[in-house]
């Protein structure tokens, strides 16, 4: 993952895929999968910080905003924004349990704290719960 510098760009983009659903969980469930990663580190760099390795790779400058975006209120596929949203509340328990790791690793750690309980907050579609968003009432 730290190798190839386009790795996560991509596989941003299949996250957003609402079209292929089944292309989105897949890419939101290696995001998952890092978030919840126990490794200690991901590459032989003795000089890495402990912590999460969502913090080692370069990951977190593309999963982190993605993560954040609310999903669309006619969204194609309620499953792959229902998984984003647990990656996301994982992130946000992980931001809970070890604060001092991610303040030491990240400039605007206290804006990005808020902005990701914020985003919890909001609930799957962020934004409001979406139900009944779209109806309209007629009048005769």
Excluded: C
């Excluded at 209120?73 to 991610?102: C, E, H, T, Y």
């Amino acid at each position: 993952m730290d190798h190839n510098p386009d790795f996560w760009p991509e596989l941003i983009k299949h996250a957003k895929t609402e079209a292929f659903p089944d292309r989105a969980l897949a890419a939101i469930g290696i995001i998952d999968a890092v978030v919840h990663a126990t490794w200690t580190k991901l590459s032989p760099d003795p000089n890495l910080h402990p912590g999460p390795p969502i913090l080692h790779v370069n990951a977190f400058p593309y999963v982190l905003p993605y993560l954040n975006l609310p999903a669309p209120a006619n969204s194609a596929s309620w499953d792959a924004a229902a998984a984003k949203f647990d990656v996301l509340r994982g992130l946000d328990r992980l931001m809970d349990d070890q604060p001092a790791i991610f303040e030491q690793t990240l400039e605007n750690w206290e804006q990005i704290r808020v902005a990701v309980r914020d985003r919890v907050r909001a609930g799957v579609l962020g934004g409001g719960s979406g139900i009944g968003g779209d109806v309209a009432t007629m009048r005769r």
